[in-house]
């Protein structure tokens, strides 16, 4: 009995709600069409219900925590594994408002900061990023030495440190107001360090500073650390083509100078050369590099030749340069010198060739050199900072190194892998132990002859003083000839 009348309950209670929901039991009422609607209108009952989930779940869903800070991907890394464009590493999707200081610190050869939001000079060793950020609870402070040596302890010691840090505009006041205002970044370098050395020159800064400057197309002022009247003498015609605005040194311009935007530190990407893959555009290379030179020289060289036209019958002149291919031999004194230069020079003259013997020391005006190699279809020197010309020729040319006892790792990794990055027919000329100057210092069986490598591996030192500070070339112009042999039928074909 008790049965029945739980089962007259649910009953009921099934009834009840078949007539509060009766399309979406799919039952019929005693509507007389209402059985023909019910199956829309379910649909779209559904489609509301989905619809209505989603706003309410759509921020858990889709939210992302966004980092505070800059993640930006470690050069040796790219280098070796995923190549990772200059956009993706040097521009974060930040909204304009965003006052930030990050640096990345992961990079083998060079650190390299960026700021933003209203940033302000304090010479000699502070950047100032003025912040109203209600969300700034602490002091941001970073500390770089900009420049492109990070691993030499000993070279990077002679670098001034540079203080990167915010300052709260509510608590400190507005200190250091602006005197000097720009409208486009800042990229701030150093030109200490081995400056001086023309391979360090280009290796350490001119060719970093392209690759860090391009993406701005010259609207960018370089402001230098530790800075050279004489290197801006020397570079100026290359800084025009990188950037639109004067120069500011660093330490002495003690005015306050303001920007949006500033990057500290340069890129590297290895031994003079351009890694496309790292940078904006993925196609970017050391020829693009070289092109820069070619239109800062240009216009100096051009009146040069203006200049010889008219000392010289126009039609003389380019009938004799015509006629035998150009060699251009940068002579050296003292160490790793070619002892018997007079002869090699006699002998390349008699095998065809027209030989331009180049002496440049530091008050040589560069576009003289530009323009003396780049006009020449083969150029010869032994190892040493010399050899950075390379980067002056054009591609198709031919580049042979002379490489003394000791320097074969050197040689080949500094100018030669650039050389044929370059597009130029690169030559290693690897003297032989009679060839040096070594072979009347030492016996003939001593490892400093017969097995240089097992001296360079002690380390730095003994390279340097054995094989670069003590070294002289004597060629076997017969051997050598055959090279010259060889490059003068390529270069008349």
């Not at 980092?67 to 200059?86: A, G, K, Q, T």
């Amino acid at each position: 009995m008790m049965r029945q009348n739980m089962n007259k309950v649910a009953q009921i209670k099934v009834d009840e709600s078949t007539k509060l929901f009766p399309y979406v039991f799919g039952l019929k009422s005693s509507c007389g069409n209402c059985s023909k609607r019910w199956k829309p209108k379910l649909i779209y009952l559904l489609l509301f219900s989905l619809i209505s989930s989603c706003f309410v779940f759509a921020p858990q869903l889709l939210y992302f925590p966004y980092p505070s800070s800059l993640f930006l991907i470690d050069s040796s890394i790219i280098e070796i594994e995923n190549r990772v464009s200059e956009t993706d590493i040097e521009s974060p999707k930040t909204s304009q408002n965003d006052e930030s200081i990050s640096c990345d610190r992961n990079g083998y050869r060079s650190d390299i900061c960026f700021m933003k939001g209203d940033i302000r000079t304090h010479s000699p060793s502070s950047i100032f990023l003025y912040t109203s950020n209600d969300l700034t609870d602490h002091v941001l402070q970073e500390t770089i030495k900009p420049y492109t040596r990070k691993w030499e302890t000993s070279i990077m010691d002679t670098i001034g440190e540079l203080k990167l840090m915010t300052k709260d505009v509510k608590v400190s006041g507005d200190k250091h107001k602006c005197e000097v205002n720009h409208d486009v970044p800042a990229l701030l370098f150093s030109t200490g360090g081995y400056t001086g050395n023309l391979y360090h020159e280009f290796n350490d800064g001119l060719i970093p500073l392209y690759i860090t400057s391009k993406r701005f197309n010259k609207k960018v002022v370089f402001v230098i650390a530790d800075y050279h009247r004489w290197w801006e003498m020397k570079y100026g015609d290359v800084l025009s083509q990188l950037s639109d605005y004067p120069l500011i040194d660093f330490n002495k311009d003690k005015r306050t100078h303001c920007f949006k935007e500033a990057i500290v530190g340069l890129r590297i990407h290895g031994e003079l050369t351009v890694d496309p893959s790292q940078m904006q555009d993925a196609t970017t290379t050391i020829n693009e590099f070289r092109n820069v030179l070619d239109r800062a020289y240009r216009p100096r060289i051009n009146r040069l030749d203006r200049q010889e036209e008219q000392r010289f019958h126009a039609r003389v002149a380019k009938r004799r340069k015509a006629h035998r291919p150009k060699l251009a031999l940068f002579s050296r004194t003292g160490s790793r010198g070619i002892t018997n230069e007079a002869l090699m020079v006699k002998m390349a003259q008699r095998i065809g060739f027209e030989v331009e013997v180049l002496r440049p020391d530091r008050t040589t005006e560069l576009a003289k050199i530009y323009r003396a190699v780049n006009s020449s279809n083969v150029m010869v020197g032994v190892h040493g900072a010399a050899m950075t010309h390379f980067l002056f020729m054009k591609p198709g040319g031919v580049f042979i190194q002379i490489i003394p006892l000791g320097t074969d790792w050197a040689a080949e990794t500094y100018y030669g892998e650039p050389a044929k990055k370059l597009g130029l027919d690169y030559i290693g000329y690897k003297i032989l132990s009679r060839e040096s100057s070594l072979y009347g210092k030492y016996d003939k069986n001593d490892p400093i002859l017969r097995d240089p490598n097992s001296i360079t591996r002690k380390g730095w030192q003994f390279t340097k003083g054995i094989y670069l500070n003590d070294q002289k070339v004597m060629l076997d112009l017969h051997r050598f000839k055959k090279v010259l042999v060889d490059v003068y039928a390529k270069s008349i074909s």
